[in-house]
C-alpha cells in the first residue's frame, strides 16, 4: 500500500518538476513569444498582432506569473498538454505513437539484458576468480566506461557499415530494431551482470548456503531452492536503479537511431524550443520511469516474501 | 556401545606451518563428546578438519572411520556424503542459516524431500510432526526473520536433522546465548544423545562441557592437553590448563571479602525508576543509593533491561517514571561506562596513543599518570601505537578501564564488560576492576548475565525480569 | 597532530587496480593541461589544406575535416570535461556531506525534510533534469554544471547520511560524550574518518557520471554548441568521415574511455547498488 502511494507521490513530483521547468522555459523564451509561436502556428505570411494577442492569451502570457503558473499546472493536471509550436498539431497526438515506438525499443532492451546479464553474472559469481568470472569482470568494466552512444556508435560501424548486415537509421522493419535495442541491452547488462555476479557471489558465501549444502541437499537444489531464489532479489530491485539508464539511453539512443520515439522527439523540441513537446515528452518519459518503477516494485512483492509482511 | 565415528590422527596444517596436531578420537552411540578450549585454540579447525568444512588454504590430515568404511581426510570433499545422511552439522548462529525468504516449514521439508525421498507431502507431514516435537508448530509458515532466536534454533536443528542422521556435530551451539536459552539448547542436544545417537560438542563453555557430560578434551593452542571422562577431568584436572580453566570459572572464584564502607554521602540516588519497551515493562519502582566504593551487582535475562538500567542512572536514557539525582558539586564527566564490545568503543581508525591524547589534552589532565596506570593494568607501552582492531579484547577493555580512571569516576557502569572475553581473561578483567574501584572509592554497577559472576564480586545485587 | 592518524586509513593504500587508474588520469591531464603551459596549436583555428590529415610525425593526432588540430581540440575538450566534472562534484559532495551529517545528527524533521527534497529530485531520471535545464537556458555550460551539480549531490547526501547515522549511535561516540568530547571532536575522531575512506570512491563515480552526461549532452547536440571543442561533439562531428579518417573518430573515443575506464579504476568495485537501494 505504502509503496503503491509513494510512487503516486512520485508521479505527481515528475509532472510538478517538468511543469515547473516548462514554464519557466516559456516565461524565458527570446523575443516575443506570443509572435513566435503564432508566426510557428500560423505561418509567417499570415500571422499578424491580432493573432498574436490571441496566441498571447492562450498561453497567459498577459498575466501574473504565480496565475499563470497556476493555469499552467492545471493544464498539466487535466492533461491539456497543448499542440506543438513547430507542426500546430496536437501535442498528445505525437506523442502517443512515439510512445509505442520507445516503449517498443526499451522493453525489447530490457528483455534482451535480462537475458545476457544476470545468466553471465550468475555463472561467475559461482566460480569466483574463474575465467568466466575475470572475463566478465573485463567486458562489463570495459562496456560501462563507453557511452551508450559510444557502444551503438561501434554497433552501427560494425554490423551496418562494415558488415552491412543491418540498417543502422528509422524503423520500418523489425530489423531496424536490431542495433538500437542491443545498444542499449549491452549497457544495461554490463551492469545486471556485475550486480548478479556480486549476489551470487555473497549468497554462496552465506550462511544459509553453507548450511543448505551441510544439511546434505544435492548441489543443484541448493542453488534453485537457495541460490537462486535469493539472487534473484538483488537483481530485480536493482533494475529500478538502472531504468535511470535506461530513460537517459532512450534520449540518446533513439537520436543515434533515428528511431522515432519519445527521446528523439524531446531532443529536437529541445532544439527547436518546443516548449509543449518538451513538456509532453519529458511528462511521458518521466511517468515511464515511474511505472517501470512501480512494475519492479511489484516484481519485489512477488519473489521477495519479506516484503508481505514489512 | 557402539563406536558410531572414529577419527584417527586429524590434524590441520597451512603450507607454513601446523595449526592443529594430530588427534585421534572416537564417538560412541549415547555418549557425548566435548572439545573444550579457548578463541583460538584451534578447536573449531579441528571440527570442520572432520566435516571436511575447512576455509581455503588450509589443508587436513588423518582418516575417518564410519560404518566399515575409511575417509582421508586430506582429500577435499570426501566427507560430503556423509552430509545430512550420516554426520548432522548444526549451524553456529541459527538466526543467520536459515534462508530468509523460504518458509521454516520448506527448509525442513527439503530435507525429507531429497534425502529421504519423500513425496512432496509426506516429507511435509514430516516436517510438521519435527517441528511439532520440538514445539515449534506455530513457525511453520513463518520467515526466518519472523522467528524469536529460541524458535530459529529449534527450527535450524530440525533441518539439520531431517536427513536422519545419527551424529550431531555442534560448533559453539551456545555462543551468545544467555543461561534459559543455553539449557534449551542442552536439551535439544540430550534428545539425540538419549536416542542412541552422538553429539560432538566444540565450545568455550565450561558450564555446557560440564553439562553435556561424557567425553571431555581440553584443548590449548592447537593441542589436546588433557582428555577422559568429563566429569573426572573438570574434578581432578591434571594439566595446569585446565586447572586454571576451572579456577576462571565464575563458580570457583573465591568471594572478594567485603569490608562495607557505607559512609560516604551518596553519589547518586534514584527514586522510583521505570521504564517500558516496545510495550513492555521492563522495571518500574526501582529506588537505589548508591555509595562511594560500593559493587552493586545487576542481573537478569538478556533482554530484560539491565543495560537500559544502567544507562538511565547515567542519564543517556530517559526513565518513564521517577527520577534520578546525582551528588552536587560532582563534575559529570567523572560518571562513566565500560561497553559490552570494547572495540565498538573507540574510535575506530584512531590509534589508542590519539585517543589517550586527545582525553588528556580536553581535561588538561598530567600526562605522568598513563604510565604508572598502564603498568597496573598490564598494558604493555607498544599497544599504544595500534588502533583499536589490532589489540586484544582483554586490552582493550583495560584500555578503556585506563580511559574512564584518568577522569577519576565516582560511579563506573560496565556493562557485561566481560562477556565477550575467554574465561581466564574474564577473571583478571573483573579482578582488576573490582581491585581498582575499591581502592579509589568508585562505586561500581556491574551488569551481567552471569548470576555466578555477580554473586562472587559484588557487594549487594539487584535482579531484573 | 591529524596527519598522525590519516596516514592509516586504507584510503590511502593505493591497490595496482588504483595505481593504473591514477596514472591514467595524470596522464590525461598532463595532455590537457600541458598546452597552457608549453604552448600549442588553437583548437579553433581551421586550415583546410590539412583537413582529416592522418597522424604524422608533425601532428602525432593529425587533423579533423575543418583541418584543426585533433591535439588541441581533444586537449580543449578534455579540459572542458574534467573541469566541469571536477566543479560539479566538489559542488555537490560539499551540501551533500553537510546536509548528510545534519539529518543524520537531527533525525526527525530535519531528516524527512532534507530526504523529501532528494527524493522529489531523483523523481525525474537525472539526464532528464540536466537535459531540461539546459533548455531553459541554452548554449551555457552554467546550466550543465547547475543540473549536473543537483544530480550529484543526493548520492552523497545518502551516503553520509547512511554512514554517519550508525556511527552517531555507535558506543564509541556515546562513549566519547561521556567522556566529555564535543560534536566538533566527534565530528573529526569518529564520523569523518569513515566518510573520507570513500570519498575518493564516491567523488571518481560522481565524476564519472558527470563526463559521460556531458558527453550525451554534446552527442546529442543539445548541450556545449559547436564550435567549441567537446568530446561527445567531436564523435557526431566527426562520423561521417569514419571511412576516411577513421583515427580522428577514434580518438575522442579513446580519450572518454579511458578517462571514465581510470575514474572507474579508482573508485574501485561498485557495491551491488547497496548505498543506492
Known amino acids: 500500500m505504502r509503496m503503491i502511494l509513494n510512487r503516486l507521490l512520485q508521479a505527481v513530483l515528475v509532472a510538478f518538476t517538468v511543469g515547473l521547468l516548462t514554464f519557466i522555459m516559456i516565461r524565458l523564451l527570446p523575443g516575443d513569444v506570443a509572435y513566435r509561436i503564432a508566426a510557428g502556428r500560423y505561418g509567417y505570411d499570415v500571422v499578424d498582432s491580432a493573432a498574436a494577442a490571441k496566441v498571447a492569451a492562450e498561453l497567459d502570457l498577459n498575466r501574473p506569473a504565480i496565475e499563470a503558473f497556476g493555469l499552467w499546472l492545471y493544464d498539466l493536471v487535466r492533461l491539456d498538454l497543448g499542440t506543438s509550436l513547430v507542426s500546430g498539431e496536437p501535442v498528445w497526438d505525437e506523442l502517443v505513437m512515439q510512445l509505442g515506438h520507445t516503449l517498443q525499443l526499451a522493453v525489447s532492451a530490457i528483455l534482451l539484458s535480462l537475458l545476457i546479464g544476470p545468466l553471465l553474472g550468475i555463472l561467475a559469481g559461482l566460480n569466483r576468480g574463474g575465467f568466466l568470472d575475470r572475463g566478465l569482470m573485463l567486458v562489463s568494466t570495459a562496456l560501462r566506461a563507453l557511452p551508450q552512444f559510444v557502444v551503438g556508435l561501434g554497433l552501427i560501424v560494425i554490423f551496418g557499415l562494415m558488415l552491412n548486415l543491418l540498417p543502422t537509421a528509422g524503423h520500418a522493419h523489425g530489423s531496424h530494431l536490431v542495433l538500437p535495442a542491443f545498444t542499449l541491452a549491452l549497457g544495461l547488462a554490463a551492469v545486471s551482470a556485475q550486480v548478479a555476479r556480486d549476489a551470487m557471489a555473497e549468497v554462496a558465501q552465506s550462511q544459509f548456503y553453507r548450511f543448505a549444502r551441510t544439511k546434505g541437499l544435492p548441489e543443484w537444489q541448493v542453488f534453485r531452492r537457495h541460490g537462486l531464489r535469493n539472487v534473484a532479489v538483488p537483481i530485480v530491485t536493482y533494475l529500478g536503479v538502472q531504468f535511470i539508464y535506461l530513460v537517459e539511453g532512450v534520449v540518446v539512443v533513439e537520436t543515434l537511431f533515428a528511431w522515432p520515439g519519445i527521446g528523439h522527439a524531446l531532443v529536437h523540441a529541445i532544439f527547436g524550443r518546443d516548449v509543449p513537446v518538451i513538456q509532453g515528452a519529458a511528462l511521458v518519459m518521466g511517468l515511464m520511469f515511474v511505472v517501470l518503477n512501480a512494475a519492479v516494485d511489484g516484481f519485489c512483492y512477488i519473489i521477495d516474501p519479506r516484503r508481505r509482511d514489512a | ?465 | ?277
Not at chain 2, 543467520?96 to 519423500?118: H, K, S, T, W
Not at chain 3, 556531506?97 to 527534497?117: P, Q, S
Not at chain 3, 571543442?229 to 572518454?256: F, K, N
Open chain 3, 1 to 277: 597532530m591529524s596527519s598522525l592518524v590519516f596516514a592509516q586509513t586504507p584510503a590511502l593504500r593505493f591497490s595496482l587496480r588504483k595505481s593504473l587508474g591514477l596514472f591514467i588520469l595524470a596522464g590525461l591531464v598532463v595532455f590537457a593541461f600541458l598546452p597552457l603551459i608549453i604552448g600549442g596549436a588553437d583548437p579553433l583555428k581551421q586550415s583546410l589544406r590539412h583537413s582529416l590529415q592522418p597522424p604524422s610525425s608533425a601532428a602525432w593526432f593529425g587533423y579533423d575535416h575543418l583541418g584543426r588540430s585533433m591535439a588541441a581540440r581533444l586537449a580543449a575538450a578534455l579540459r572542458l570535461s574534467l573541469g566541469l566534472a571536477l566543479l560539479s562534484v566538489v559542488t555537490a559532495m560539499v551540501p551533500g556531506i553537510l546536509l548528510g551529517v545534519l539529518a543524520a545528527w537531527r533525525g526527525g524533521f530535519i531528516d524527512r525534510a532534507i530526504g523529501a527534497v532528494s527524493e522529489s529530485l531523483l523523481a525525474l531520471p537525472g539526464l532528464l533534469l540536466v537535459l531540461m535545464l539546459t533548455a531553459i537556458v541554452p548554449d551555457n555550460p552554467a546550466m550543465l554544471y547547475l543540473g549536473i551539480s543537483l544530480v550529484l549531490w543526493i548520492e552523497y547526501f545518502r551516503v553520509t547520511r547512511a554512514l554517519a547515522r550508525p556511527i552517531l549511535n555507535s558506543p564509541a561516540v556515546e562513549a566519547s560524550r561521556l567522556l566529555g568530547f564535543g560534536p566538533v571532536y566527534i565530528l573529526k575522531r569518529h564520523v569523518w574518518p569513515e566518510i573520507s575512506a570513500i570519498l575518493l570512491r564516491l567523488g571518481a563515480f560522481g565524476a564519472a557520471s558527470a563526463i559521460m552526461a556531458i558527453a550525451a549532452l554534446g552527442f546529442v547536440s543539445v548541450g556545449v554548441r559547436p564550435p567549441t571543442p567537446e568530446l561527445g561533439l567531436m564523435m557526431i562531428e566527426l562520423l561521417p568521415y569514419y571511412e576516411e579518417a577513421p583515427h580522428a573518430l577514434l580518438q575522442p573515443i579513446a580519450v572518454i574511455f579511458l578517462m571514465v575506464l581510470a575514474l572507474q579504476l579508482l573508485a574501485g568495485r561498485q557495491n551491488s547498488g547497496k548505498e543506492t537501494a
Open chain 2, 1 to 465: 556401545m557402539s563406536t558410531l565415528m572414529e577419527v584417527r590422527d586429524a590434524a590441520v596444517h597451512t603450507t607454513e606451518a601446523q595449526l592443529v596436531q594430530p588427534f585421534s578420537f572416537s564417538l560412541e552411540a549415547g555418549r557425548p563428546f566435548t572439545i573444550l578450549g579457548e578463541t583460538g585454540s584451534g578447536k573449531s579447525l579441528l571440527a570442520q578438519a572432520v566435516m571436511g568444512l575447512l576455509p581455503e588454504g588450509l589443508m587436513a590430515s588423518g582418516q575417518l572411520g564410519i560404518e566399515g568404511e575409511t575417509l582421508d581426510l586430506g582429500r577435499p570433499g570426501s566427507q560430503k556424503r556423509l552430509w545430512g545422511r550420516k554426520v548432522s552439522i548444526l549451524p553456529q548462529e541459527p538466526w543467520l542459516a536459515l534462508d530468509p525468504i523460504m518458509a521454516a516449514q520448506a527448509q525442513v521439508e527439503e530435507g525429507y524431500r531429497f534425502l529421504r525421498n519423500e513425496e512432496s507431502d509426506v516429507a511435509r507431514q514430516s516436517a510438521n510432526r519435527d517441528l511439532q516435537q520440538l514445539g515449534v508448530a506455530e513457525a511453520r509458515r513463518k520467515l526466518p526473520g519472523q522467528l524469536s532466536g529460541g524458535m530459529a534454533q529449534r527450527v535450524a536443528f530440525a533441518a539439520a536433522r531431517a536427513g536422519g542422521a545419527r551424529i550431531v556435530i555442534a560448533d559453539e551451539p551456545t555462543k551468545g546465548l544467555d543461561v534459559a536459552r543455553r539449557d534449551e539448547v542442552i536439551e535439544l542436544l540430550m534428545r539425540e544423545v538419549r536416542a542412541g545417537g552422538c553429539v560432538l560438542v566444540i565450545t568455550h563453555d565450561l558450564a555446557l562441557a560440564r553439562q553435556m557430560g561424557g567425553d571431555l578434551a581440553i584443548m590449548l593452542e592447537g593441542r589436546i592437553v588433557e582428555q577422559g571422562e568429563a566429569l573426572e577431568v573438570l574434578a581432578n584436572p591434571a594439566h595446569d590448563y585446565t586447572r586454571r580453566l576451572i579456577a576462571a570459572d565464575p563458580e570457583n572464584w573465591q568471594t572478594l571479602d567485603v569490608e562495607i564502607s557505607s559512609a560516604g554521602a551518596p553519589v547518586l540516588e534514584a527514586t522510583g525508576i521505570g521504564k517500558t519497551r516496545g510495550g513492555k515493562q521492563l522495571f518500574s519502582g526501582v529506588d537505589l543509593t548508591i555509595r562511594p566504593g560500593e559493587i552493586i551487582g545487576v542481573t537478569g535475562p538478556s533482554g530484560s533491561g539491565k543495560s537500559s538500567l544502567g544507562d538511565i542512572l547515567l542519564g543517556l536514557l530517559k526513565p518513564d517514571a521517577g527520577q534520578v539525582q546525582r551528588a552536587t558539586g560532582i563534575s559529570i564527566h567523572r560518571y562513566q561506562k565500560l561497553y559490552q564490545d570494547p572495540p565498538a568503543a573507540f574510535p575506530a581508525r584512531a590509534t589508542l596513543k590519539q585517543s589517550l591524547a586527545d582525553l588528556v589534552a580536553l581535561h588538561q589532565l598530567e600526562e605522568v599518570r598513563i604510565a604508572p596506570l598502564m603498568q597496573r593494568l598490564r598494558l604493555a607501552e607498544h599497544l599504544l601505537d595500534r588502533r583499536p582492531d589490532q589489540v586484544s579484547g582483554g586490552e582493550l577493555q583495560r584500555f578503556a578501564l585506563l580511559r574512564v580512571l584518568l577522569l577519576d569516576p565516582v560511579f563506573l557502569f560496565a556493562d557485561e564488560p566481560t562477556s565477550r572475553l575467554d574465561l581466564i581473561t574474564q577473571q583478571e578483567t573483573v579482578e582488576l576492576l573490582v581491585e581498582l574501584a575499591r581502592e579509589r572509592g568508585c562505586a561500581l554497577l556491574l551488569v551481567s548475565h552471569d548470576t555466578a559472576l555477580i554473586e562472587k564480586t559484588c557487594d549487594r545485587t539487584i535482579s531484573i525480569g
